[in-house]
């Protein structure tokens, strides 16, 4: 069967390899679309060029080598869902990098009332930007673009900021990176080829909340595949628990994962924590009203009992299962978390448009002695 | 009758000529509001800058070069009209000359809730900005503001980026562009002083849809008087026939043009199609809805029958009347198209800030053989 | 009583002297919240810089260099509540010195709806950016979020772009940098340590209008108290007279300052007067319509009378109280003043980062002889 062929048929159909290699151009990433895209060599490539520029725009100097690398490309921030927090990290990330970037973010002030389809928006923004970042409610759409551009005049390169309740890879990345900051200080200075040791082995992770609809725990379970010997606890009221298609993922992959009611029973083994609100905006009838989500929550009692190395994560925005007490303690880490985002997502793009090396050479020359 | 007491009267209702020349300066254009602003040479002029841009930002060194042009400069995009592609287009070019912009989209959010008139509205934006580009559902707001700042302690040169039904001068000039570059190949290394022979010589063009209303057609009409020896066919719904005004403009320039109701009956003979669509935003009660527009539809059927190197144009957004089979034709240049824009536009702007020289030096020193 | 201690009680209930030391670090600002902040040595230095600033970004070169200065900085503009002017003289005066900024202005789309307290959202902002330029409808809210940020693992300077009915720094800055460049010529090349003479003494200052709730006025009045030997009048509707915290401040400060309710009665004898519109807004029950604001007017006629060197300032947006006819006056200073303010704008975020002195080296070596 020919490529034309394939894509005849619906392309999200295809098995996940296929897709995978899809997305990929010269055997590196093309398009950002799916968690499954990253292998445990990519993650660590990219976590410590995440934390390369992280050192690099220390100072004055760095950042003006940083915003040299990309001035003459332009991105599109495509954000038809709202969001502030991705929007402004992917912006911020662009900053750092000299990228100038645009924005489309309300599609009723947009041409499309006049009658287009969205694919003809996106071919028109393939005219102009040289980097589309995408943040879309229709699960799949960011990748279906990704494929009609590659059949294009002018492929450019899409990034995935969060596709409805599926996939979400970059958050997924600056989780992992924010995990793999805390188990394996001075990140940035391991030599290849590769981490020595495997940083997840014997770590309990524990995921708390609503584990059904949170899409980001579902595409960070993806990228802890890739790694081996963790134990996951999913503690999440039975009417929200973690989904058959990652526990059978899981299962594949050999990780332990194991369902839990209560928080407290596991604390107290936790390397890692990390809590997801109440995604109630995907109720269809108000239905989560009914669950006792206090059961699911974080408070500063807890943390007082558990490990002194602890780390404490939420994708945000958070409500009452993140107790604001806990902001004090050293080990609540969803403030760095967020800033993690910017660098990780600067690195993502830095490694599009194939300046990775450029920053390696310039981190080793300048920043390790 | 002094300056001053001309522009007592409505400056608008003076003749072409002396509009034209209230909206230059040096023997330059100073503002750009109307497409009768262009001659056959500023055209080519244009035209060629355009090119030598696109040439330059082909590499990360031309890129430095253009963005260190307008770095100095501060734009404001006030699109009070709403409008993606326009937008993005001329923000897209202001981000390849380096020149920062801001924008005022949403007069909603803005101080004129206060009771401003948009008059004062414009006086401040002068204070803050070096170039106010200008979109507005208003005919004649863009010109009416030119003369103003004329006027005042702080004139800056104003940008029609589309003003009611009436003027899209650079609308116009992206149009003429595409044309010339479909019509000559190698249009930046043609030299000065003009282009030998006339492009247009000979050539037959088919404009289709809604003439009377949409003003892209209008305009381009403007620019094509400049020219001789072609061919031009409206085909279009009795209903919607283009206006008097332009017809009798062509009949005073010589410029043959005829009407037709069946692309069909014309499509071989042409070597441009420009294809609109049903500007039914404008309706008054719903009557274009009795309109057959399949008759005014451009089908990959009848682009078999078309000639070779058929240039086949459309503003966009589209609906029906253009086939998307089309789309993966070579002969489609509507894609093609909206990235002309950008380019034009942002010769347009170097050449509002008398930069067009550099660009040209630049280009010769580094690009000609 | 530590630090701690006094936080936990209301920050905003303390005395001012220990609110300013609060928003200070190493001696300087290091947030501009209040206009309480700014003694007569810092007006005078800030608004030197402005001048520098604005002579040095006159030629190409000297707009390179501002460029260069906080190319490495990110600065956050939050403005919750609408504003074009305030928001587009920050932005611009980001872009004079090469800071990249990005803007949260709607609520409505960012993940607030998601139920996230706006003080999360203020420390995620803190990750991302290292300025937040604050305008929000709560009094006191960009106060209390500067104490929070002192108290966090990052904080970063707040710029307070208006509060409430409260307070807004920076037009009173700039309203006082108006004055000061109309009544000392050459200001930015007066030597420190100190402006000799006070430029205010002997002057009469008319403030007319909404005196009770325009805040720009109320701002201004807490910079004059620096200065000595002004007369100040209050010319508004007994209904919107200037509220007693400002009069009694002026007393204390030893300012002479007298009510008048005819315009007309004073303004041959003021060196500047400074109009205000009705703040209907603020109406609880259309209370504002019943009064007659044209007594509160400036009109050509009155003008005519008036001192040839008077100082006509305005806020903006104006209604009818200021006459249009007036514009082409050269006394009329409003235009001047919004410009005014992208300068001293400038100035204040150059002054935050530590680039003062780095500008004013740049000056005395360029521009002075």
């Not at 954000?79 to 489309?104: D, H």
């Not at 900021?161 to 200080?185: C, N, V, W």
């Not at 503690?235 to 929200?240: A, D, N, R, Y």
Request: aromatic share 8%; charged share 25%.
């Amino acid at each position: 069967m020919s490529t034309t062929e394939m894509l005849q048929t619906d392309p999200l159909a295809q098995p996940t390899a296929y897709r995978v290699a899809q997305l990929s151009r010269d055997d590196r990433l093309f398009h950002i679309i799916l968690a499954q895209q990253f292998d445990s060599e990519l993650i660590e490539t990219l976590c410590r060029l995440a934390e390369m520029i992280r050192n690099i725009a220390d100072t004055k100097r760095g950042n003006q080598f940083l915003r040299s690398l990309l001035a003459h490309k332009r991105a599109m921030l495509y954000f038809i869902q709202p969001s502030t927090r991705t929007f402004l990290s992917f912006s911020a990330a662009c900053q750092i990098l000299g990228i100038p970037y645009n924005e489309v973010r309300n599609p009723s002030t947009s041409s499309e009332i006049k009658g287009e389809t969205e694919e003809d928006t996106v071919h028109v923004l393939s005219q102009y930007f040289d980097l589309i970042i995408m943040r879309h409610p229709m699960e799949g759409f960011a990748e279906r673009m990704a494929y009609k551009l590659n059949a294009s005049l002018r492929p450019i390169p899409i990034i995935n900021g969060g596709s409805g309740k599926d996939q979400h890879p970059t958050q997924a990345m600056l989780d992992i990176y924010t995990l793999l900051r805390s188990f394996e200080p001075r990140l940035a200075d391991r030599v290849r080829p590769m981490l020595s040791g495997n940083p997840f082995h014997g770590r309990t992770i524990a995921f708390v909340g609503d584990l059904k609809r949170g899409r980001t725990v579902r595409s960070l379970c993806y990228l802890l595949c890739r790694y081996s010997g963790m134990r996951l606890v999913f503690v999440s009221p039975p009417e929200l628990r973690m989904g058959e298609d990652i526990t059978e993922y899981l299962d594949r992959h050999g990780i332990h994962h194991e369902e839990c009611d209560d928080l407290n029973a596991v604390i107290r083994d936790c390397d890692a924590v990390y809590m997801t609100r109440l995604q109630d905006e995907h109720d269809k009838a108000g239905e989560s009203k009914a669950i006792d989500y206090y059961k699911y929550s974080l408070t500063l009692e807890m943390v007082e009992r558990a490990k002194p190395d602890l780390v404490i994560m939420h994708p945000l925005p958070r409500r009452a299962e993140l107790d604001v007490r806990i902001d004090d303690d050293p080990r609540a880490k969803y403030w760095a978390q967020v800033r993690n985002g910017m660098w990780m997502r600067a690195a993502m793009i830095a490694y599009i448009f194939h300046t990775d090396a450029t920053i390696i050479d310039h981190y080793q020359t300048h920043y390790t002695t």
